[in-house]
């Protein structure tokens, strides 16, 4: 029910002139959706309250619930089309009344960390984008069909919405900025295996993906342990709740991105999503304390980026590269044995930048990088970079480093994407960083100790070229040229 329900809204907002691209079409998708759902979450926990027998207050006012104003309801349960709004009247009570009524939340909700407080941040930054009042009461007709009201139908809605994030970021300049193959978001949750009680952190969260996938992993009792160390036979009601409140955490710098994000966790469970709206980067890492640290960080930091200097003041390594930056943040953030799986451009490894060299020698001296998972291109559709996974433990120095290098036997793209089964032998051979074809270790003491460069060719593969491909030079050239203008324009104001 749900894809053809999501088909048929996609093929409404494609007729509607304020929508001209898949992200108006998440977009405007998204807030319904949400409405719907909070509709249908308000009953369950009236439901709860009265097989307790006590009083339940809504969170929303009985003119602007869903049964009100979109789907007023016959006693047949079919919608009363005399008293549903549509056309001009629809549009008029969305803009006018709705919506302003949705945002005044954020300021009335007891904190910030409550579903009252997020449903005023969601509509204060999205618009209704939704030009025709007859395509939007089309579009709340079929939302209407939905029901979240199931684990099993919460769990194929969460799926479907995840997917429609993915072609918002497969449709053009977008790519990394929202989805990370979902397939390998679950290998890093895999290989870190957190455990219900750490707190886990993105700062670069994006639509939440790593929150998401990590919160499903926790929420299958097989995946926790209990303090004897064995598995969990289920989890228990003060589980469910550090699950809920006090186990993720993200920021998000992008608007649109941030509100995808709270939405995707809310639609996936987690009620009232500790993110929050700041660029993560204009913040002093020598402010953060030992209050502020977590247990676990996964994170995708964006590609590519350029940091102004009053930025890159906040950071002992001195870098316009945002990924670098991202980089020095998650170390310090991290409380001394948490760990660590980070993606980022496989010219990290190499690059001979001061930059570059630095923070190798940071991560060899002060962490552990236990493993890099080295990825093929194509990974990231439209990104058109090599990337690797950086997995590490805060607090003791690296004594050797495991290596895994996927080869597969095809290229990926966006109709050939990366599944679980590419990495199904890397999550083995983790595990205990066994030596096969694809992996090997190197001895920290066989690192350069001068440049610190992680570039190690393959041993089990002798067919590779020891050549470096084109793009992997260019963009190092680029990384020098920048880093050269840097120390030109502090030349310059010395002068």
Same mark, same amino acid.
């Given at each position: 029910m749900f894809e053809q329900t999501f088909r048929n809204i996609d093929d409404i907002l494609h007729k509607d002139a304020g929508c001209g691209s898949e992200l108006d079409y998440v977009e405007q998708t998204s807030w319904v959706l949400f409405l719907k759902y909070l509709d249908d979450f308000e009953k369950d926990r009236q439901d709860a309250a009265e097989l307790k027998g006590e009083d339940y207050s809504p969170i929303i006012q009985k003119k602007y619930r869903w049964e009100a104003w979109a789907a007023p309801k016959k006693k047949n349960g079919e919608i009363d089309h005399h008293k549903a709004l549509t056309g001009d009247d629809l549009g008029d009570f969305v803009n006018d009344k709705l919506w302003k009524y949705l945002s005044k939340f954020k300021h009335t909700a007891d904190?910030?960390?409550?579903?009252?407080?997020?449903?005023?941040?969601?509509?204060?930054?999205?618009?209704?984008?939704? #030009?025709?009042?007859?395509?939007?009461?089309?579009?709340?007709?079929?939302?209407?069909?939905?029901?979240?009201?199931?684990?099993?139908?919460?769990?194929?809605?969460?799926?479907?919405?995840?997917? /429609?994030?993915? $072609?918002?970021? $497969?449709?053009?300049?977008?790519?990394?900025?929202?989805?990370?193959?979902?397939?390998?978001?679950?290998?890093?949750?895999?290989?870190?295996?957190? #455990?219900?009680?750490?707190?886990?952190?993105?700062?670069?969260?994006?639509?939440?993906?790593?929150?998401?996938?990590?919160?499903?992993?926790?929420?299958?009792?097989?995946?926790?342990?209990?303090?004897?160390?064995?598995?969990?036979?289920?989890?228990?009601?003060?589980?469910?709740? /550090?699950?809920? #409140?006090?186990?993720?955490?993200?920021?998000?710098?992008?608007?649109?991105?941030?509100?995808?994000?709270?939405?995707?966790?809310?639609?996936?469970?987690?009620?009232?999503?500790?993110?929050?709206?700041? $660029?993560?980067?204009s913040e002093n890492i020598a402010d953060i304390q030992e209050r502020d640290r977590y247990d676990i960080v996964m994170a995708n930091p964006p590609f590519g980026g350029k940091e102004r200097a009053e930025v890159q003041q906040n950071f002992p390594i001195k870098t316009g590269e945002t990924a670098f930056l991202f980089l020095q943040h998650f170390i310090k953030i991290l409380k001394a044995g948490g760990q660590a799986g980070i993606v980022i451009k496989n010219t990290f490894l190499s690059n001979s930048d001061n930059a570059s060299?630095?923070?190798? /020698?940071?991560?060899?001296?002060?962490?552990?990088?236990?493993?890099?998972l080295d990825l093929p291109g194509g990974t990231f559709t439209g990104a058109g970079v090599k990337t690797v996974v950086l997995f590490f433990e805060k607090g003791k120095p690296t004594k050797d480093v495991w290596f895994y290098q996927l080869n597969l036997d095809r290229n990926l793209g966006k109709t050939n994407p990366l599944n679980e089964d590419d990495l199904a032998e890397f999550v083995k051979l983790q595990k205990k960083r066994s030596a096969s074809e694809n992996s090997w270790k190197v001895k920290v003491t066989d690192i350069d100790a001068e440049t610190f460069d992680l570039s190690v060719k393959n041993p089990n593969r002798q067919d590779e070229t020891v050549l470096r491909e084109p793009e992997v030079i260019l963009e190092e050239m680029e990384s020098l040229d920048a880093e050269a203008a840097e120390v030109l324009e502090t030349i310059r104001g010395l002068v």
């Amino acid at each position: 029910m749900f894809e053809q329900t999501f088909r048929n809204i996609d093929d409404i907002l494609h007729k509607d002139a304020g929508c001209g691209s898949e992200l108006d079409y998440v977009e405007q998708t998204s807030w319904v959706l949400f409405l719907k759902y909070l509709d249908d979450f308000e009953k369950d926990r009236q439901d709860a309250a009265e097989l307790k027998g006590e009083d339940y207050s809504p969170i929303i006012q009985k003119k602007y619930r869903w049964e009100a104003w979109a789907a007023p309801k016959k006693k047949n349960g079919e919608i009363d089309h005399h008293k549903a709004l549509t056309g001009d009247d629809l549009g008029d009570f969305v803009n006018d009344k709705l919506w302003k009524y949705l945002s005044k939340f954020k300021h009335t909700a007891d904190s910030p960390n409550t579903i009252e407080y997020k449903i005023g941040e969601i509509f204060g930054e999205l618009k209704n984008r939704v #030009q025709s009042g007859y395509n939007l009461r089309e579009v709340i007709n079929r939302v209407d069909e939905l029901r979240f009201q199931t684990s099993a139908e919460k769990h194929e809605m969460s799926h479907l919405y995840e997917d /429609k994030i993915k $072609n918002m970021g $497969n449709a053009g300049r977008n790519g990394g900025e929202y989805y990370t193959p979902r397939p390998l978001i679950r290998t890093i949750v895999r290989v870190l295996a957190p #455990q219900i009680g750490q707190t886990i952190y993105d700062g670069a969260a994006g639509s939440c993906g790593f929150l998401v996938e990590a919160f499903d992993y926790l929420s299958d009792p097989a995946n926790s342990k209990d303090k004897d160390g064995k598995k969990k036979k289920s989890l228990s009601v003060a589980d469910r709740r /550090k699950l809920q #409140q006090k186990t993720f955490y993200a920021k998000e710098k992008k608007s649109l991105a941030y509100i995808i994000g709270t939405m995707n966790m809310i639609l996936h469970g987690i009620e009232a999503p500790n993110i929050v709206h700041t $660029n993560t980067l204009s913040e002093n890492i020598a402010d953060i304390q030992e209050r502020d640290r977590y247990d676990i960080v996964m994170a995708n930091p964006p590609f590519g980026g350029k940091e102004r200097a009053e930025v890159q003041q906040n950071f002992p390594i001195k870098t316009g590269e945002t990924a670098f930056l991202f980089l020095q943040h998650f170390i310090k953030i991290l409380k001394a044995g948490g760990q660590a799986g980070i993606v980022i451009k496989n010219t990290f490894l190499s690059n001979s930048d001061n930059a570059s060299v630095s923070l190798r /020698k940071e991560l060899l001296e002060n962490c552990n990088l236990h493993t890099v998972l080295d990825l093929p291109g194509g990974t990231f559709t439209g990104a058109g970079v090599k990337t690797v996974v950086l997995f590490f433990e805060k607090g003791k120095p690296t004594k050797d480093v495991w290596f895994y290098q996927l080869n597969l036997d095809r290229n990926l793209g966006k109709t050939n994407p990366l599944n679980e089964d590419d990495l199904a032998e890397f999550v083995k051979l983790q595990k205990k960083r066994s030596a096969s074809e694809n992996s090997w270790k190197v001895k920290v003491t066989d690192i350069d100790a001068e440049t610190f460069d992680l570039s190690v060719k393959n041993p089990n593969r002798q067919d590779e070229t020891v050549l470096r491909e084109p793009e992997v030079i260019l963009e190092e050239m680029e990384s020098l040229d920048a880093e050269a203008a840097e120390v030109l324009e502090t030349i310059r104001g010395l002068v």
